[in-house]
């Protein structure tokens, strides 16, 4: 990963809202939240919520689908794995102590 892409993605998250909406993008999972829901679920207004998942999908943490009428956000597991492989790289004088990701234990959906 480029520093330049670390940094970005970094930047990103360094703000209240859009760490707390990044946050509640992984715990929700892989399918993602429509934007009204998650609009409720951080208690912001929805031009509010527009404004920092743009941030978020500028940097690639963030994915957007259009469902009918609404717009489902998802967080990008793979440009989140690759910023914590960035963070733990030179972990430990590169004597490889940082956590292995754990396998999944769900089914991914086809």
Avoid: D
């Avoid at 943490?61 to 960035?86: C, D, H, K, N, W």
Wanted: proline share 6%; charged share 20%; net charge positive.
């Amino acid at each position: 990963m480029e520093l330049s892409l670390a940094l970005e993605r970094l930047g990103a998250l360094a703000q209240e809202t859009r760490l707390a909406l990044f946050r509640r993008l992984v715990q929700q999972g892989s399918e993602g939240l429509p934007a009204g829901a998650l609009a409720a679920a951080l208690q912001v207004p929805a031009p509010t919520l527009s404004f920092h998942v743009a941030q978020l999908e500028r940097s690639g943490l963030v994915t957007s689908q259009r469902s009918g009428r609404s717009i489902v956000y998802s967080p990008s597991f793979p440009a989140m794995q690759e910023l914590l492989s960035y963070l733990y790289e030179n972990c430990c004088q590169g004597s490889g102590c940082a956590p292995r990701p754990r396998k999944s234990t769900r089914k991914e959906k086809s």
